[in-house]
């Protein structure tokens, strides 16, 4: 039971900090959907093959992520990884 509380307290945390960043930002990016063709990891440019779903949607684009690491990183900042 205490390590449940521990994660949950972890969980909380990350998402207190992650709210400070761009509370707006963070909560559309943090949507999810299928990727629908390969693309590359905004993050780190990496190879990501269609039908993954370790994705963000930003702006109604899906990006896929090769982490969950990468996919925080955009979701804290996603303006830092796209260019236009
Ligand atoms: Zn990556």
Do not use: H, W
Not at 18 to 35: C, G, I, P, Y
Not at 44 to 60: D, F, I, L, Q, S
Not at 70 to 76: S, T, V
Request: hydrophobic share 35%; net charge positive.
């Amino acid at each position: 039971m205490k390590k449940i509380m521990y994660m949950l307290g972890v969980v909380l945390l990350l998402s207190i900090s992650a709210t400070k960043a761009n509370d707006k930002v963070v909560s559309e990016t943090l949507q999810t959907d299928t990727l629908k063709k390969d693309d590359s990891d905004p993050v780190c440019k990496m190879k990501v093959k269609a039908g993954n779903t370790r994705t963000a949607v930003y702006e109604k684009t899906i990006y896929g992520f090769c982490s969950e690491s990468c996919r925080k990183k955009f979701a804290i900042e996603p303006k830092k990884y796209i260019k236009k």
